[in-house]
């Protein structure tokens, strides 16, 4: 079964430190994008990587293609960071822009 | 841009009603996604419309559910009739080929 799982499933942090969330999938992708939901329901595209790494403020995302894994990092945490970060995948296969998501990581930074 | 429009945010209707969810994408997207989010079973692809026309409706999870898409600028999903069990957030989002995807608000639907 083509899979995509996130850990933690749950996460708490004090403020100000470092954050690691995983995403493994079970097998090739085109794509993958970290989402995030906030506690009032929106979501919004915070990443979209094939490759490498990719940065935007506090956050980096990193994937490795060879062991199917990918990462998303938060720098400095803050309270404001508490929310659902989904990650979702392009199998390789797919035509258009389908995607597969994991299960999210909910996170709660304490202040 | 207005970005990815829903309407009603919020639905509540009788077991048996019919429901009709609608959404307006982001102008120049050929890709739009109608999405359903529950406790159980996260976020679910229902269906995909690749200019205009559905490519991918394997995630319907039955007849009761349909999707249009009559023109660039507008998508309606229906449920008829509805059932408890359909109670979701249900988000539609578009994209621009195979680049990233912008999330409307979403529709709170209750069915009671």
């Known amino acids: 079964k083509n899979e995509v799982e996130q850990s933690p499933q749950n996460l708490t942090a004090q403020e100000g430190e470092f954050i690691t969330i995983n995403c493994s999938y079970s097998?090739?992708?085109?794509?993958l994008h970290w989402l995030q939901q906030h506690p009032g329901g929106g979501i919004v595209s915070l990443f979209m990587l094939s490759s490498g790494k990719k940065k935007h403020g506090r956050l980096i995302a990193t994937i490795n293609i060879q062991e199917k894994h990918s990462s998303l990092h938060i720098t400095a945490s803050h309270p404001r960071d508490s929310a659902v970060y989904i990650c979702a995948v392009r199998w390789v296969w797919e035509y258009g822009n389908k995607l597969v998501f994991g299960a999210g990581t909910i996170l709660r930074v304490k202040s | 841009d207005a970005g990815v429009i829903q309407s009603p945010r919020h639905e509540v209707t009788e077991m048996g009603q019919e429901v009709t969810l609608r959404c307006k994408p982001i102008?120049?997207?050929?890709?739009l996604f109608w999405y359903r989010q529950t406790m159980m079973r996260g976020l679910e692809l229902l269906i995909y419309?690749?200019?205009?026309?559905?490519?991918?409706d394997s995630g319907m999870p039955e007849d009761r559910f349909s999707a249009k898409m009559p023109n660039a600028s507008f998508s309606t999903l229906k449920i008829q009739p509805s059932e408890p069990r359909d109670s979701a957030v249900y988000f539609c989002a578009s994209s621009s080929a195979d680049n990233e995807q912008f999330f409307g608000p979403g529709t709170r639907l209750t069915v009671l």
């Open positions: 419309f690749n200019n205009n026309v559905p490519i991918d």
């Open positions: 102008s120049g997207h050929d890709y």
């Open positions: 097998v090739g992708i085109s794509a």
